[in-house]
């Protein structure tokens, strides 16, 4: 074997192991787990603890109502809020904080029936049901006597939560023109 040719392979096999470290290091991992690293953690949201939150809002909203409680509204609703009532007028927070304080609204009762809440996202969802006023009057300010709003409503409320709170941010409720009679207690049992 030629001289220089195994000079050059001492050489190498003694540098070889130094020259390594010349090399440029391999290049890290970027893509791995890129979508876990990414973004923190969704926050976990229990859909029923939301529907349950929900559904005590509409109740102490139409409290609110029976009760003239002004505070329970302004918590409840939004500043921002947009209302559209049955008769196809639009009302804002303001109107309607107005209204409960004046007594511009009464009941003798304010039901909530079948109320159903629909997460969205962890920020979104709205509410659904129906809702029954038992001896109910609207103290129009421009109208001599009071105008009855007794009656079956479906009202749909859509819902934010905002700085951790959540309020209705929109909100229109129909008047049922025909309500279905309710069942009696004894033709609902079973035989």
């Known amino acids: 074997m030629n001289r220089n ?13 130094g020259l390594a470290g010349c090399r440029p290091a391999a290049a890290p991992e970027t893509n791995r787990n890129a979508t876990a690293t990414a973004s ?7 859909p029923k603890a939301v529907e349950a939150e ?3 809002m509409e109740q102490d909203w139409a409290a609110a109502a029976e009760s003239h409680n002004a505070e329970a509204v302004k918590r409840i609703v939004a500043d921002d ?9 639009t009302g804002t927070k303001a109107a309607e904080v107005q209204a409960i304080e004046s007594g511009a609204i009464t009941a003798d009762e304010w039901q909530l029936l079948e109320p159903k ?5 962890p920020d979104t969802a709205y509410l659904t049901g129906r809702s029954v006023l038992k001896n109910g009057k609207y103290k129009d300010p421009n109208a001599k006597r009071p105008i ?6 479906r009202f749909l409320n859509v819902y934010a939560k905002r700085d951790g709170k959540w309020q209705v941010v929109a909100s229109q409720a129909t008047k049922i023109a025909n309500p279905a ?3 009696s207690p004894a033709a609902s049992k079973a035989p």
């Open 5 to 17: 040719v195994v000079s050059v392979a001492l050489v190498l096999a003694v540098l070889a192991p």
């Open 40 to 46: 923190p953690p969704k926050p976990t949201v229990d």
């Open 54 to 56: 929900l559904i005590k």
């Open 81 to 89: 809020a947009v209302l559209v009532y049955p008769d196809g007028n």
């Open 117 to 121: 809440a629909t997460l969205i996202n």
């Open 148 to 153: 009855d709003i007794s009656g079956e409503y």
């Open 181 to 183: 009679p309710a069942a």
